[in-house]
């Protein structure tokens, strides 16, 4: 034991450690406001959630809970609790220190989980039709319906002349995807053109009156086109099928000026030869020799058929006489 000077013993010396700790838990406030962050956060989520969920009558119906857009349909009292307004006797009374009431109105919500599709679009959204494309369609059933009718009326007209049923099978009319195609064809024994010849026969000609009236009772421009077998010519001549071809398309052209159809009508006069027969299976056949008149589409607005027009038209005079075979010099035996 520490003895001191006098040789007594010393007291007892005892040293106090005050022990440091760095930092702390600091206590629980962090806990609190992580809690109350994230209940927050559910709500949120939650209110999200019910207003995707709900559809837009049923949130109309809170929004006029809250804030009544009307007052109500009886005579006391208003569309809240009173709303601020006091009874009289003939109906409720505003006040003049009263907050007056207001209307919401909300965004239709989108069609989510539980949500519904409104039954009827709105009209902003509903598909609107294009004039242009409306204007087109009428357009083209107008020039389908002329089409279809200016058929009929050839095949009418056709009836009331001379040997009908043989000219008959020497006018043929179709609807093609350039426009109504009328075509006059030879036959065996009847044909429209001398042998090798340009010039139209009188039957020819008759045919062409038909083709002309329809013509000018309709807006569209023309194209013609010559057409020939697959018979060539003699040798020794430069003259072949396409400058026939080209000829008789041409001489078709004159024979419709001269009938009164205008030149501004003409679009085109092509000769083609024997390149689009008619029977590809047989292409020396006399049917394969033909003029063929387009009424192009889409190249004239309005225009009717008149029937009556038609009927005015002269019997044709069909020349019955068997058909020749020429031997033109320097061009061979063409048919």
Known sequence: ????????????????RVKKVSGGHHGGAWKIAYADFVTAMMAFFLLLWLLNAVTQEQLEGISNYFAPAAPAATTSGAGGVLGGQTVAVD???????????????????????????????????????DPDKVSEEALKKK??????????????????????????KSLLVDNTPEGLRIQIVDQEGLPMFQSGGSEPLPRARELLKLVAQVIQTLPQKIAISGHTDSVRFGTGTSYGNW????????????????????????????GKADTEPLLKEDPANARNRRLSVILLRATGEG????????????????????????????RGAKK
Do not use: W, Y
């Not at 034991?1 to 106090?16: E, R, Y």
């Not at 009374?93 to 907050?99: H, I």
């Not at 400058?243 to 092509?270: G, Q």
């Not at 058929?305 to 010099?329: F, G």
């Open 91 to 129: 109906g409720s009374q505003s006040n003049a220190k009263s907050t007056p009431s207001v209307s919401l109105a909300l965004p239709p919500p989108k069609s989510g989980l539980g949500g519904e599709e409104s039954e009827s679009k709105p009209k902003s959204e509903e598909k609107e039709t």
């Open 143 to 168: 020039e389908e319906d002329q089409f279809e009718k200016a058929k009929d009326e050839l095949r009418q007209a056709l009836q009331s002349i001379p040997n009908a049923a043989t000219m008959s």
């Open 243 to 270: 400058e026939l071809s080209s000829d008789r398309a041409n001489a078709t052209r004159r024979t419709l000026l001269e009938l009164n159809v205008p030149i501004e009508r003409i679009d085109r006069v092509v």
């Open 1 to 16: 034991m520490p003895q001191d000077s006098s040789g007594k013993a010393a007291g007892a010396i005892f040293i106090k």
């Open 303 to 330: 225009g009717s058929i008149n029937i009556q027009d038609l009927n005015k038209l002269s019997a044709p005079k069909v020349d019955d006489a068997p058909a020749r075979r020429i031997d033109i010099t320097g």
